[in-house]
């Protein structure tokens, strides 16, 4: 499966940004999926996840109440809205899938990885 990630971009702090990663080549409506994030020199961090049914979701405490988490099987998609951005939200976003139903915090249980999509947030 191919996951190509998409919407990032330079905004404003306060601005939001819808991000979306659409998968080809296999359907993702049978496995979580989730959304990390990297800034140059750091570790990759978790930022939100969801289950194969869209209905379980979970998200880090850094972005709870401002991200949400979606998908639209249908599509083969999911997204991330995020709203209320701060600088320290400035980084690659990267959409992952899991090999399993239920939704994951750790990397190491994704095995799919899109390329990312850099998100700035200027003060």
């Known amino acids: 499966v191919q996951l190509q990630a998409s919407g990032g971009g330079l905004v404003q702090a306060g601005d939001s940004l819808r991000l979306s990663c659409a998968a080809s080549?296999?359907?993702?409506?049978?496995?979580?999926m989730g959304w990390f994030r990297q800034v140059p020199g750091k570790e990759r961090e978790f930022v939100a996840t969801i289950d194969w049914s869209g209905y379980h979701t979970y998200y880090a405490d850094s972005v709870k109440g401002r991200f949400t988490i979606s998908r639209d099987n249908a599509k083969n998609t999911v997204y991330l809205q995020m709203n209320s951005l701060k600088p320290e939200d400035t980084a690659v976003y990267f959409c992952?899938?899991?090999?399993?139903?239920?939704?994951?915090?750790?990397?190491?249980?994704?095995?799919?990885w899109g390329q990312g999509t850099l998100v700035t947030v200027s003060s």
């Open positions: 992952a899938r899991t090999g399993r139903l239920g939704y994951s915090l750790q990397s190491s249980e994704y095995d799919y």
């Open positions: 080549g296999r359907t993702i409506s049978s496995y979580a």
